[in-house]
């Protein structure tokens, strides 16, 4: 299965598609802007508490508003809404998910869950279909090259979630339910507040859905029939905060569900429809302790435990999956700038039918640990900002590796800023890679290593903003797989591109718009002859973006959004047309605490593919009741 297929676009139909986006974002910016600031705390792009803009990263935050208002299904939806971001799906919810950021494929990408990673380790994606949007309170999504900060996998970026918490005093419970097309429902109760220092969050929801006909006669995991799922989540948080700024707390993330989907034959079994279904369970449970020992010292000590475990009855194989962190955080106010230094564990374990169970193994090696140090300098001179990072990972049975990454950042003025980067990463070989049977396995591979640098110009007044990157990246030793489904290094592959992100608000409008150019390509040298082949990489389009508008106007909010791709190549060449689809969603407040809110999805009921063979979500409608006392 090669991510490799023919030549990407030309350079003129890049400048061409360059200059397109720049006059969209243009576009919506041209008016005058609000003038009240809105400057958030993040935590992903430096690994503490920092507003964003002095973050010198490329960092998009999704709040609690902005997920209840999206009222999407599932959590590639609402990535890829956000801009930035591709995703491929077989299917609807529940459906094998990838996430592409900045031409990198979903194993470059590190997903966080309050803070500690949660990765199937078997092949390193995250696997965002698994995450429950209903336990979520906001995400951050840093783009760039994040081992420095965060080891393995970080070359695309990070993105990192943050489940929902207590943060008023008092006792406040929420619920919602809702109906749709192609019996979907939905529920969901809970409670969180605050009282003498403690703070509690609780959340349960459910779903199902009988889906639809995921696959065309074409695909040969052809199979005539709708692809149903259900699922049930549950969310948790407690903490206190003791004397002396001294902080405890625990979070719980769980979510189990079960999706039907497709299979073609295998050499090893040819599932019925009755069998072609996959069970799911995630679960991430954190605890950590907050304390400032000195006066400018923070402290932070954080255990996690994290586990994606799945089962394919058709094919007798149910992986049970674990990792487990320790790490320890620190900053200190020193030296005239911010110094931050940290250890940190990972132990990953693999188990299970299929992988080690009922015979013989079937992987090589069933563990494994990771073992970090890291630290990083940031300081201010004046209207610039610098800041250093290195990181040193040793990992069992793989090697050591380095990484580091330099930030730098102009502030020409209150709405100016001018930033550059370049950092390194890589991505150790997963169990998949390594260990899994020949010819599917390949312990030969080396890591994937990768050098990136961006430039951006940022403007920030009040709720309007522009943002224009430019970035490249080149990954050596790239993992990919060839036609006969064995991971293999390239020689390397290269994305350079450029996006821009704009938003302003006028009278009680909001217009934004992303849009993302790029060029990705995978260069072979052939062992033998030492020729070189040049391709473009799969699943991952020349041109894509979002805009959106919204309006809120007494009791009423509504909004509309368009997404678009241009034509991608799927793994073994096939060519995958471009598409616009548009979603459009309302809400209305009943009284203080209730609000009926509605979701249509792709109106123009656009039949487009993600994935060769696999049919993309029809037209949709979801509406329902939320209560939330305030």
């Given at each position: 299965?090669?991510?490799?297929?023919?030549?990407?676009?030309?350079?003129?139909?890049?400048?061409?598609?360059?200059?397109c986006?720049?006059?969209?974002?243009?576009?919506?910016?041209?008016?005058?802007a609000?003038?009240?600031?809105?400057?958030?705390?993040?935590?992903?792009?430096?690994?503490?508490?920092?507003?964003?803009?002095?973050?010198?990263?490329?960092?998009?935050?999704?709040?609690?508003?902005?997920?209840?208002?999206?009222?999407?299904?599932?959590?590639?939806?609402?990535?890829?809404?956000a801009?930035?971001v591709?995703?491929s799906?077989t299917?609807?919810?529940?459906?094998?998910?990838?996430?592409?950021?900045?031409?990198?494929?979903?194993?470059?990408?590190?997903?966080?869950?309050?803070?500690?990673?949660?990765?199937?380790?078997?092949?390193?994606?995250?696997?965002?279909?698994?995450?429950?949007?209903?336990?979520?309170?906001?995400?951050?999504?840093?783009r760039g090259?994040?081992?420095s900060?965060?080891?393995?996998?970080?070359?695309?970026?990070?993105v990192?979630?943050?489940?929902r918490?207590?943060?008023?005093?008092g006792?406040?419970?929420?619920?919602?339910?809702?109906?749709g097309?192609?019996?979907?429902?939905?529920?969901q109760?809970?409670?969180?507040?605050?009282?003498?220092?403690?703070?509690v969050s609780?959340?349960?929801?459910i779903?199902?859905?009988?889906?639809?006909n995921a696959t065309?006669?074409?695909?040969?995991?052809?199979?005539?029939?709708?692809d149903?799922?259900?699922?049930?989540?549950?969310?948790?948080?407690?903490?206190?905060?003791?004397?002396?700024?001294?902080?405890i707390?625990?979070?719980?993330?769980?979510?189990?569900?079960?999706?039907?989907?497709d299979?073609?034959?295998?050499?090893?079994?040819?599932?019925?429809?009755?069998?072609?279904?996959?069970?799911?369970?995630?679960r991430?449970?954190?605890?950590?302790?907050?304390?400032?020992?000195?006066?400018?010292w923070?402290?932070?000590?954080?255990?996690?435990?994290?586990s994606?475990?799945?089962?394919?009855?058709?094919?007798?194989f149910?992986?049970?999956?674990?990792?487990?962190?320790?790490?320890?955080?620190?900053?200190?106010?020193?030296?005239?700038?911010?110094?931050q230094?940290?250890?940190?564990?990972?132990?990953?374990?693999?188990?299970?039918?299929?992988?080690?169970g009922?015979?013989?193994?079937?992987?090589?090696?069933?563990?494994?640990?990771t073992n970090s140090?890291f630290?990083?300098?940031?300081?201010?001179w004046?209207?610039?900002?610098?800041?250093?990072t290195?990181?040193?990972?040793?990992?069992?049975s793989?090697?050591?590796?380095?990484?580091g990454?330099?930030?730098?950042g102009?502030?020409?003025?209150p709405?100016?800023?001018v930033?550059?980067?370049y950092?390194?990463?890589?991505?150790?070989?997963?169990?998949?890679?390594?260990?899994?049977?020949?010819?599917?396995?390949?312990?030969?591979?080396?890591?994937?290593k990768?050098r990136?640098?961006?430039?951006?110009?940022?403007?920030?007044a009040?709720a309007?903003?522009?943002?224009?990157?430019?970035f490249?990246?080149?990954i050596?030793?790239?993992?990919?797989?060839?036609?006969?489904?064995?991971?293999?290094?390239?020689?390397?592959?290269r994305?350079?591109?450029?996006?821009?992100?704009?938003?302003?608000?006028?009278?009680?409008?909001?217009?934004r718009?992303?849009?993302?150019?790029?060029?990705?390509?995978?260069?072979?040298?052939?062992?033998?002859g030492?020729?070189?082949?040049?391709?473009?990489?799969?699943?991952?389009?020349?041109?894509y973006g979002?805009?959106?508008?919204?309006?809120?106007?007494?009791?009423?909010?509504?909004?509309?959004?368009?997404?678009?791709?241009a034509?991608?190549?799927?793994?073994?060449?096939?060519?995958?047309?471009?598409?616009?689809?548009?979603?459009?969603?309302?809400?209305?407040?009943?009284?203080?605490?209730?609000?009926?809110?509605?979701?249509?999805?792709?109106?123009?009921?656009?039949?487009?593919?993600?994935?060769?063979?696999?049919?993309?979500?029809?037209?949709?409608?979801?509406?329902?009741v939320r209560y939330?006392?305030?």
């Open positions: 299965m090669s991510l490799l297929s023919t030549r990407p676009v030309a350079a003129h139909a890049f400048a061409v598609t360059t200059r986006a720049s006059a969209l974002a243009a576009g919506l910016f041209c008016c005058s609000y003038s009240q600031s809105m400057n958030p705390v993040v935590v992903t792009a430096a690994r503490t508490e920092t507003t964003i803009d002095r973050a010198l990263a490329d960092v998009t935050v999704i709040d609690a508003q902005a997920i209840s208002d999206a009222g999407v299904s599932s959590l590639p939806e609402l990535l890829r809404s801009g930035g591709e995703i799906q299917g609807g919810i529940g459906t094998v998910s990838g996430l592409f950021l900045r031409g990198t494929r979903n194993a470059q990408t590190l997903v966080l869950v309050d803070g500690v990673r949660i990765e199937n380790p078997l092949n390193g994606g995250g696997m965002p279909e698994y995450l429950p949007l209903e336990a979520i309170e906001r995400i951050e999504i840093v090259p994040m081992s900060l965060y080891g393995s996998g970080a070359i695309g970026g990070v990192q979630i943050f489940t918490k207590g943060d008023a005093p006792w406040w419970p929420y619920a919602s339910v809702g109906a097309s192609r019996g979907t429902a939905r529920a109760a809970g409670f969180r507040g605050v009282q003498s220092g403690t703070s609780l959340s349960a929801g779903e199902r859905s009988s889906g639809f065309r006669p074409s695909s040969p995991d052809f199979q005539p029939d709708r149903g799922q259900r699922q049930a989540s549950l969310t948790a948080s407690l903490s206190h905060r003791l004397a002396n700024d001294v902080e707390g625990a979070n719980l993330m769980s979510n189990r569900g079960r999706a039907e989907i299979f073609g034959c295998t050499p090893f079994a040819c599932p019925s429809d009755a069998q072609s279904v996959q069970e799911f369970r995630t991430s449970i954190t605890a950590y302790a907050r304390a400032q020992p000195i006066a400018g923070r402290s932070e000590l954080r255990l996690g435990n994290t994606i475990d799945y089962d394919l009855p058709a094919f007798a149910a992986p049970r999956t674990e990792s487990r962190t320790i790490a320890w955080d620190n900053r200190i106010d020193a030296w005239g700038g911010r110094v230094f940290g250890l940190e564990r990972l132990g990953q374990r693999i188990d299970g039918k299929g992988v080690t009922g015979g013989f193994p079937v992987y090589a090696h069933e563990s494994r640990t140090v630290g990083g300098y940031e300081r201010e004046g209207e610039h900002t610098v800041r250093a290195l990181r040193r990972d040793r990992i069992g793989v090697g050591s590796e380095t990484t990454a330099l930030a730098w102009w502030r020409l003025d709405r100016w800023l930033r550059a980067s950092g390194t990463a890589f991505r150790a070989p997963t169990f998949d890679d390594l260990y899994y049977l020949p010819p599917y396995g390949n312990p030969a591979l080396k890591p994937e990768s990136g640098a961006e430039a951006a110009l940022e403007y920030s009040g309007s903003s522009l943002r224009v990157t430019a490249a990246s080149r050596d030793d790239a993992i990919e797989l060839d036609s006969m489904y064995t991971p293999r290094n390239l020689a390397e592959a994305v350079r591109g450029l996006t821009v992100d704009a938003r302003h608000a006028l009278g009680g409008w909001t217009l718009a992303s849009a993302t150019v790029q060029r990705t390509e995978g260069v072979r040298v052939d062992p033998v030492g020729a070189r082949t040049e391709a473009e990489l799969a699943r991952r389009a020349p041109r979002v805009a959106g508008v919204e309006r809120r106007h007494g009791p009423w909010r509504f909004g509309a959004e368009a997404i678009a791709q034509r991608r190549v799927d793994t073994l060449g096939q060519r995958m047309h471009g598409y616009v689809f548009v979603d459009a969603w309302g809400a209305y407040r009943l009284a203080r605490d209730w609000e009926l809110f509605a979701r249509a999805g792709n109106l123009g009921n656009r039949d487009y593919e993600t994935v060769a063979g696999y049919r993309s979500p029809p037209r949709s409608l979801f509406v329902g939330a006392a305030r």
